[in-house]
């Protein structure tokens, strides 16, 4: 059972459920000043005779996308590596989360979106029609960085205390993020002819995944700021 597409999209329907639940907290509507709605950022198909150009995964693309993760990749460890315990473990409300707690859901979500695009996404042909199914690039950025609606994470990328000191997390995040970025560098498959269905953004190929993964992680290093800006948050 897939809820990706092939043979005209046909979605199974369980896996759709788990996977919606799986990555809900992830999906955001776009911003206001988008001037849209998340129902807006499903592609929709072109009319009859407006067939667009056929697009594959350049060279380009992949700069972009490593540049991208290089970015994240080095706030996330500046994020990060400074912090006493005091301050990696501090709360501002019993019910949020701490900076260490932001930083492992980051890694938790990372494996699993990557998991997703390797193990079911690239194994999935390109649909009919496709080059007329395309969000923007930009939309999921703007979509998933939006921090204006608040998400519960579900069970299985909430934080559990998993990494117990600074070093684990750095060590752990360094790990998956280099899993991440080799595959961007060495891989030979045509990531934008390959697609998933994404619970709010619609049909979404390989490649926009990956941006999907990345944008994930600058979403919550806003978090870790904003934490870090608490007027409690300690000196040291």
């Keep these: 059972m897939s809820l990706f597409i ?16 799986t990555l809900g907290c992830l999906i955001l509507a776009f911003p206001a000043q988008a001037q849209t709605s998340p129902a807006a950022a499903r592609p929709n198909p072109a009319p009859a005779g407006s067939e667009k150009k ?6 380009e693309d992949r700069a972009g996308a490593l540049k991208a993760f290089d970015e994240t990749r080095t706030e996330f460890l500046n994020e990060i590596s400074e912090l006493s315990e005091a301050q990696l473990n501090f ?5 949020r989360w701490s900076a260490a707690e932001v930083a ?40 998933i960085t939006n921090r204006s609606t608040k998400f519960t994470a579900p069970e299985v990328i ?27 560098k060495s891989t030979s498959e045509d990531l934008r002819n390959h697609f998933g269905e994404n619970p ?37």
């Excluded at 056929?54 to 060279?59: A, I, L, N």
Aim: overall charge positive; cysteine-free; proline content about 5%.
């Design 6 to 21: 092939n043979n005209g999209f046909a979605a199974g329907r369980l896996f759709q459920r788990v996977i919606f639940l």
């Design 54 to 59: 056929s697009v594959s995964f350049t060279e």
């Design 91 to 95: 709360k501002t409300a019993p019910d």
């Design 104 to 143: 492992e859901h980051i890694i938790l979500a990372e494996n699993l979106i990557y998991g997703l695009i390797t193990d079911k996404i690239l194994k999935n042909p390109a649909p009919e029609g496709k080059d007329n199914f395309r969000v923007k690039d930009r939309a999921i950025w703007l979509a």
């Design 158 to 184: 909430q934080p559990k205390n998993r990494w117990k000191t600074k070093a684990e997390i750095l060590s752990n995040f360094k790990e998956t993020r280099g899993k991440t970025v080799s595959f961007i």
């Design 200 to 236: 709010g953004l619609g049909v979404i190929d390989g490649y926009q995944w990956f941006l999907f993964m990345n944008a994930h992680t600058a979403r919550h290093l806003a978090q870790i700021a904003e934490i870090k800006a608490d007027p409690n948050f300690p000196k040291n």
